[in-house]
């Protein structure tokens, strides 16, 4: 075999490698997507009191597990629409949000995940007043999920995650900022961070759970919105992911 027989034949076997990773999305998707359907109906027939009487308590909690799942079938949807493309070409629905109101919808989805590890969530925030943005709003709320999900995940016990939100009057620009004092990303690692399906040796030794997906996903959508997303690492110290969205 010469030497460009070999590169064919190696990019064949990816080539394979990928397809049936992408087969594997799509069934865990719709099945993923089945259940989580069946899990909206039934929080819905509690919500509904179609069970019983519940209070103010547990009307609060149920409603924030209906629009947990939500995202979740938004996330679903799409995997599924994205998962035979690259460029993740799907439609997307602009609208005015405040990335501040978004950010604190998100993180409360993790509050059992931060209290289990007694993670503490530092939020700063420089100016009073942050411009709404112009964008796809459960598309944003991906961005900051995954990226406030990466740093509960590899951070370990009792650590802080820091996460800032600033607007810059010079640019016209969003920064946020996710800060974590967990596992890191070696060099070795860092070109291949947002690659489809990649995760790193560390990560996969600490945290079995994960797909490489989120990084990629979130990657295409900051750059939909114009945006850009980078990070700096040092290995067992800690990890920090910049985002700029910009506001027009
Ligand atoms: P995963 O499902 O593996 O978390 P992602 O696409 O979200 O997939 O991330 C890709 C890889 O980037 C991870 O497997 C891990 O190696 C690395 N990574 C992402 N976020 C962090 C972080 N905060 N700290 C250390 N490594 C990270």
Known sequence: MNELEKIKSE???????????SELISISAHQLRTSLSALKWTLKMILDKE????????KNYIEKAISSNDRSIVLVNYLLTFNHSDDLSYVSKLK???IVSVFEKV???????????????IFNKKEENIPNINCDEPMIMMVLQNLIENAIKYSPNKSRITISINYNSDNNNIELSFHD?????????????????????????????GSGLGLFITKNIVEKHNGKIWFES??????????TLPIH
């Open 234 to 243: 040092l290995p067992e110290s800690g990890t920090t992911f910049f985002v």
């Open 96 to 98: 005015e949000i405040n």
């Open 181 to 209: 004092e967990g596992i890191g990303i070696k060099k070795e690692d860092q070109i291949k961070i947002f690659n489809k399906f990649f995760r790193a040796p560390n990560a996969i030794e600490k945290e079995t759970i």
């Open 11 to 21: 990019n064949d076997k990816l080539k394979e490698i990928d397809e049936n990773k």
């Open 107 to 121: 993180s409360a989805d993790f509050i059992a995940e931060l209290k289990n590890k007694q993670i503490e969530l």
């Open 51 to 58: 069970l019983g009487e519940i209070n103010e308590e547990q």
